[in-house]
């Protein structure tokens, strides 16, 4: 299994970079992820997705898709895409150290 460190921290990942074990993420580790993915310097909104997104994993066993999280996260589907460009629900799921949602490609 290929790691990635963040925040001095060993972690398994995928081939994808997604966390394999996401106990394994602390908050910290978040705006380094966030870098990697182009995004510089974590917002309140930011926040708000990346805690909603590992709420329903916990709940659920998987990330939501974009149109849950544009529906129930309290952040609209165009601010979404602004926040996360490459795709907000896998972009976010990278970033709040959850697997890659299912359905994302």
Request: charge should be negative; aromatic fraction near 8%.
């Amino acid at each position: 299994m290929p790691t990635a460190i963040y925040a001095g921290v060993n972690v398994t990942v995928n081939d994808e970079g997604f966390f394999e074990i996401p106990d394994e993420w602390t908050e910290a580790m978040a705006p380094e992820i966030a870098r990697a993915e182009g995004i510089d310097g974590l917002t309140e909104p930011h926040w708000q997705v990346i805690k909603f997104m590992r709420a329903e994993y916990a709940e659920k066993g998987t990330g939501p898709t974009v149109r849950i999280l544009g529906k129930t996260s309290g952040v609209s589907i165009k601010e979404l895409y602004q926040l996360f460009p490459k795709g907000p629900a896998k972009e976010a799921a990278k970033i709040a150290g959850i697997p890659k949602p299912r359905g994302c490609i």
